[in-house]
């Protein structure tokens, strides 16, 4: 109850009263191995979810694995006639696998606005989901922000293509293999195997 009772000041902080931030407020991380509050984490994601998740952290989402991109326009949130053609495509897939859903903003504005537009990006992605029958239990929201965004853009046409939401099948066979870390060389044939010390240190 605490813990809710944090996050629902910490969001109506955010998202109404960013003047009343203190200076040098760094947002809690919204993964598990992210800083936590008082050395604990506030994610509350089920198990099986962690390995798409730190991919789509680290910006290591295999291409395959996406299966929506929806843009927005500048300082919006909701799904616009044009792109829910695309949702409306994948209705079928998205009932069948479990998904993250990340939410990303450009560059422009403060990192806690673009944290909370990220994640209403997000969440009304997942609304317009649910409303073609998707299992809402089956699905999970991030917000990135403007954490990936492209620094370098100078205006709105050319910070569009981080507004975006994208859907991220959770089952994905590569999810595992794309955060596993590189298994070590087989030896070469006929080479001796490298000899055990059962003792311990000498």
């Given at each position: ?9 910490l969001s109506a902080l955010v998202v109404g009263c960013t003047s009343r931030i203190p200076a040098g407020f760094q947002p809690l991380s ?116 403007s954490q990936q965004a492209d620094k370098s853009a100078a205006g709105r046409q050319s910070g569009a293509k981080d507004r975006k939401a ?37």
């Open positions: 109850m605490k813990r809710l009772t944090f996050l629902l000041a919204s993964g598990r191995g992210g800083n936590g509050f008082n050395g604990e984490t506030l994610d509350t994601r089920p198990t099986g979810y962690d390995a798409m998740a730190n991919a789509i952290r680290n910006g290591t989402i295999p291409p395959e694995a996406i299966l929506a991109t929806v843009y927005f326009d500048f300082d919006r949130y909701n799904v616009s006639a044009a792109e829910r053609g695309k949702l409306d495509a994948i209705a079928g897939r998205v009932k069948g696998t479990k998904v993250i859903i990340a939410g990303y903003t450009d560059h422009f504005g403060t990192e806690e606005y673009n944290l909370g537009l990220s994640d209403r990006r997000a969440q009304s992605v997942r609304d317009y989901l649910v409303g073609l029958g998707a299992n809402q239990a089956n699905s999970e929201i991030m917000a990135l922000g994208l859907v991220v099948d959770v089952n994905y066979g590569g999810a595992a293999a794309a955060n596993r870390p590189a298994a070590a060389p087989a030896p070469a044939a006929g080479a001796a195997p490298a000899p055990v010390n059962n003792l311990g240190p000498l």
